[in-house]
Nanobody, 115 residues
């Protein structure tokens, strides 16, 4: 089972990026999935998660109203739409699967927001 994240890059404050994570293996097609991030010198923190059905979504307070998580079970992907980005959103973003232990992790994609 592998998770492959993509979509990171450099964007100005106020801009948008869309991250995508593709999971290999049907075992994760219905698993809960989420996004975490780790800023330079910081600890990995929760950003957003989505249930297997896609009905339940949870967000960190710092991104509520700006980020939207979604999934496509047919394609086995989970996306994170990030709008109104702020410099403090700069981090390596990781996708993960299989809560609550978050057994599976992608390699991370770097998001840099310039002021």
């Amino acid at each position: 089972v592998q998770l492959q994240a993509s979509g990171g890059g450099l964007v100005q404050a106020g801009g948008s990026l869309r991250l995508s994570c593709a999971a290999s293996g049907r075992a994760l097609s219905r698993a809960g999935k989420g996004w975490f991030r780790q800023a330079p010198g910081g600890r990995r923190e929760f950003v957003a998660s989505i249930s297997g059905s896609g009905e339940d979504k949870f967000y960190a307070d710092s991104v509520k109203g700006r980020f939207t998580i979604s999934r496509d079970n047919a394609k086995n992907t989970v996306d994170l739409q990030m709008d109104n980005l702020k410099p403090e959103d700069t981090a390596v973003y990781y996708c993960s699967a299989d809560p609550p232990t978050w057994e599976y992790w992608g390699q991370g994609t770097l998001v840099t927001v310039s002021s």
